[in-house]
Structures are given as C-alpha cells and as structure tokens.
C-alpha cells in the first residue's frame, strides 16, 4: 500500500525576557535549584500574577515574522492537571482565545520549496523540572520550581509536513527567524527550544488523518529527523501487518534510536480550561499591532535576496553569511569600510568559518570585525600575501592578537624589495641549470617549480606576483 | 442535566478525590440538582451578549520586565513539608 506520513510540530520556544511571565523571578539558565522562585510562581494562596510586557510584545513581534494574524482580543486560561512540576495544580495558558493564529514557515526540502501552515502560537508559561531518586529505600522525587513561569510561546504547526526532512528544515528556519528576531536563544540543550511530533499515516490520496501518535524526548533537530523516520518505519509495518495503530504517547530512545511507549497509564486527559479570573484580557488595536509590525528588522530570506543583489555574491557564500544575524552583520561591518564584498564574503564565509565548529559561536569570537577588516587591508596593500593572511588568521584566531601586530612579532611581512627577490631568482636559477635548460627548450611548466623553489627561499613572504615577473624577465 | 454515577466517579479522579459509595450517590444527587438550578439561564436570549471571559471590565494589566525580589532556601522551608539540599521533596511520581 502506499502510505503518506502525515506530521504535525509543537514547538515550546522560551522567550528571552529577563524576568518570568507573571512575576519578577530572574530566568537565568543554570542557577542553583530553587533560587529563582518566588510566591506568585510556587502558587501560594492569595497571590496575584500580571503580565510582563516584554512576554506580549515578543509573542506578537515572532506572530509578524511567521506572517499570523494577531488577535484583537485574546485571553489566558487556567490547564489544569496535578503534577508536582506545576505547584498550582494548573497551568496558565491560552486555549480558545490564542494572540497568534494562522502564519506560515517557507522551507525547502528535499529541492523542494513549500509554506507549512501554522495554526496558532500562544503564550503560556514552562513547568518545573522532577529529579527522580534512585534510592529504592527512599522513593521520593525532588522539584525545582526555578523553570515554573518561564516564559513560552508554543508554536504549533498544520498537520502539514510528509517527512522528516522537511520537519527538519521547519526547525531550521522557525529557529532562524526566532533567533534573527532576537525573541528567543533556541537552544535546544538548555532547554529553551523544545519540540514535540505528531505523526501518524494515511493511504495518499486519503484526506481522512489516520490514528496519531505522540512522540517526545528529541534533543536536537537530527534526533527529531530520526524519530520521525524511525515511526514511518514502524507504523507502515504495523499497518502492513494489519495491526491497528493506537492513539498513545511514545518516547524517543536517543541510545537506541526507537520509540518505546510511555509508561504512564492509559488515562486521557481532561484540562478543564476556563479563563484565569487573575488574569485581564489583552486588547490590541489594529494600529497598534501594525505599529509593531514596523520594529519587524529585517528577516533571512529578505537579507539573503538583499545579499545576492547588493554584493552580488553567490547563493551559497550569501547562504552562509545570512544564517546568522550576527554572522551577517559582521559581514556587513567589514564591508562598511570599503572593502571589496566577494572578498570579505569569502575570507569570512569560507576561511574564518572554518575555525568555529558552528556559526552561534561567532558571538564569543576572539576575531572581531575590526580585526577581520585590517587582516584584509594587509593583503590589499600587499604587506602580505593572501597564503601568509591564511597563517595571520589562524594565529589570530588563537592568540586574539591584531594582524599587525602578529605580522610584525613573527616577521611575516611580504617581500615586495625587487633587489632582495632578484637575488633569491637568481640563486634558484644557479642551483637549477637542467631545469633552466628544459624551460629554454620550450617545457614552460617547469617555470612553475622555480616559482614554487623561491617560494619555499622566502619563507612563503615573497609576493608571487614580483617572482613571477622577475623570473619571467631572466628567462627571456 | 443528571449526573450519573460515573461521572462522579470521573470527576473524582480528575479532582484526585476518593469517595465511598454512598458519598458517590450523594454527590451524584447534589451536582445534578446544581446544574438543573444553574441550567435556567439556558432559557434566556443571550443571542447578542459576548460571553464573560473577565468579571471585571478590565484589559490590559501589565508590568515591565524587570528583576524583583526572589525567595530564599530558608523562607521556602516554612511552606515545604519536606526540603532536602535545595529541593523539595515529594513522594516518588510513578511515571
């Protein structure tokens, strides 16, 4: 039979505000348990969340970039379950009434282009976080409420994705934008980027949805590739077999590479929502919501088709340059002062790159733009050759020193002196008689490995344009 | 509306409530009598009223995003029945 895998993604995004989304609790990554708590996030009797601000104005600012329709009029809702994470016994969330709805992600998978739709992207706020102990004489679980009140947006897509390529590269971009918007850090790591899958598969052509299962647990954007593929896999052997598929939730395995079912009872749930007395209604008016669209900056594929047509780059260096924010604004530091733009494209996008083992490290990078900019005004006024900048900019990657200041401590000053590259063609030639004898009957490629022999006399210093001519010159 | 036995009985699981027989008849009998009571504003025209997500005709309470006073490990102690080395402590969840 010919299946289709129908996938659907929810997104839990941490907004990067400073503080929690109904209280003054800092949210800070790493802290010690249970520092970052106060009344109104451990849920005592009597006490009153309120809106942060920031929480609202990023919420909409990512609605604008992903292209939603933000809600007029929107409205919080108690989730209520009993967990010990959530210390209210309820979760403030938005249900019918959400401040986003609608918006699309454009990715390209597989040569592909294609718009997932989204249905909607809600703010609500994180849980704590369960340590289990191990100690079977002593069965207790420890909470940490410093992740209760984070705040979130969950975004969640259309069932409208068909592999796992393509959910992939709807993380990729989703956390592009996210991160150029500077609403969210996306880190999957630390737990500000979180991803949940459902899937489940229909004969094509069918348009009735098949039964769904829930998969949780991936930590990086591979691991939800991977799951995806590996519950293709085994809901079409299952339907194959005949088997039904029943609605549950299952666990990625990373060590494994499978799912495995949840544990937990069989018991569906009910939320109950109804609107959160504590909290007022948010009421935005279309100027305002356009206004707001105004402060959008400038997004990847806007900066990428600006790229293309102002430096006049290739698609894969402007492809680089504009999968970061920062790595793009480097870019475009460096290219302020002057400098030819293919060039700075290349040393940034191809050789500076090649020292940092992704592009989010640009941020702690020792080489500033400033740097990057005299390393290449070294090579334009030729104080060294573009292999000796190779040499500077390894070292200023180690060291964080200038190029000057690198070219002059290790003496790397290009040779440009006619007297001093003379008197090294003029030693090459004397030690190579038969090859001097091979060029003068006619096999010019052995000219190369003069060139190459006075290369080596220099140190690499001698500026390959002057040995070439001068070479040139003693051979005629 | 009547409230049958097993919606009590659901009610009291999501509510994490344990009820003896007789209390689920008992509450079987109350609720319904809530609902049949609660049930007559079903006879009135609410064509054209927006439904009340807020008592109070209030929008848009805010505060800034700024860093306020957080708890200590020791004022927490006073409401945790049990808190070991930064945490507090529950009975073992049973995933």
Request: hydrophobic share 35%; with cysteine.
């Amino acid at each position: 039979m010919d299946l289709e895998a129908v996938i659907g993604l929810e997104v839990h995004a941490q907004l990067n505000t400073k503080t929690k989304i109904f209280c003054g609790c800092p949210t800070g990554f790493g802290s010690e348990s249970n520092t970052q708590v106060c009344p109104v996030c451990t849920g005592m009797p009597g006490v009153l969340p309120v809106l942060n601000k920031e929480v609202l104005q990023k919420t909409i600012l990512a609605g604008h970039a992903l292209d939603c329709k933000i809600a007029n009029y929107s409205v919080f809702d108690r989730k209520n379950y009993f967990y010990p994470d959530l210390p209210k016994a309820y979760q403030i969330s938005q249900f019918d009434k959400p401040i986003c709805i609608g918006g699309t992600v454009s990715i390209v998978a597989d040569g592909n282009p294609r718009d997932i739709k989204l249905t909607r992207i809600h703010m609500e706020e994180d849980a704590g976080k369960n340590i289990h102990s191990s100690d079977i004489s002593n069965p207790v679980s420890y909470v940490d409420y410093n992740r209760t009140g984070v705040p979130l947006m969950e975004i969640v897509s259309e069932p409208d994705m068909h592999s796992g390529e393509e959910a992939f590269q709807y993380l990729m971009n989703l956390r592009k934008i996210l991160r150029y918007i500077n609403v969210s850090d996306c880190n999957m790591e630390e737990g500000s980027f979180r991803c949940d899958v459902n899937i489940s598969l229909r004969p094509r052509g069918e348009s009735k949805l098949g039964e769904k299962v829930e998969v949780k647990n991936m930590n990086s954007f591979k691991a939800v590739k991977a799951a995806i593929e590996h519950e293709i896999k085994r809901q079409t052997i299952m339907i194959e077999d005949k088997e039904r598929i029943k609605q549950e939730t299952r666990l990625w395995n990373p060590d494994k590479s499978t799912t495995e079912s949840m544990r937990s009872k069989e018991e569906a749930h009910d939320y109950r929502y109804f609107p959160d007395p504590d909290l007022a209604p948010i009421s935005v008016t279309d100027e305002q919501i356009e206004a707001m669209r105004a402060e959008l900056p400038e997004l990847p594929i806007q900066k990428l088709i600006r790229f293309k047509d102002e430096y006049a780059l290739s698609d894969l260096d402007a492809e680089t340059l504009c999968s970061s924010r920062s790595l793009a604004d480097y870019f475009e530091q460096v290219v302020s002062t002057g400098i030819d733009a293919k060039k700075a494209a290349n040393w940034i996008a191809n050789e500076l790159l090649s020292f940092v083992e992704n592009i989010e490290q640009m941020q702690n990078f020792k080489v500033t733009h400033e740097m990057m900019t005299e390393l290449l005004q070294l090579i334009d006024s030729s104080v060294i050759s573009g292999k000796i900048a190779k040499t500077v900019l390894g070292r200023m990657v180690e060291t964080g020193n200038s190029p000057k200041k690198i070219v002059e401590d290790e003496g790397l000053t290009q040779v440009t002196d006619t007297g001093a590259i003379e008197a090294m063609v003029d030693e090459v030639l004397k030690a190579n008689p038969e090859i001097v004898d091979e060029i003068k009957n006619g096999k010019d490629k052995a000219k190369g490995f003069l060139v190459g022999q006075v290369m080596k006399a220099a140190k690499g210093k001698a500026n390959p344009q002057m040995v070439n001519k001068i070479l040139a010159k003693k051979l005629s | 509306m009547s409230i049958d036995i097993s919606t009590v009985e659901r009610t009291a699981e999501l509510s994490k409530l344990y009820l003896s027989e007789d209390e689920k008849k008992e509450f079987a009998g109350q609720l319904s009598d809530i609902l049949e009571y609660v049930e007559k504003i079903n006879t009135l025209d609410t064509s054209g009223v927006q439904p009340t997500d807020h008592i109070i005709p209030n929008v848009n309470v805010f505060r800034e995003d700024e860093v306020g006073q957080s708890l200590t490990h020791d004022e927490l102690k006073l409401n945790a029945p049990e808190f070991d080395r930064g945490h507090f402590v529950v009975p073992k969840i049973i995933e």
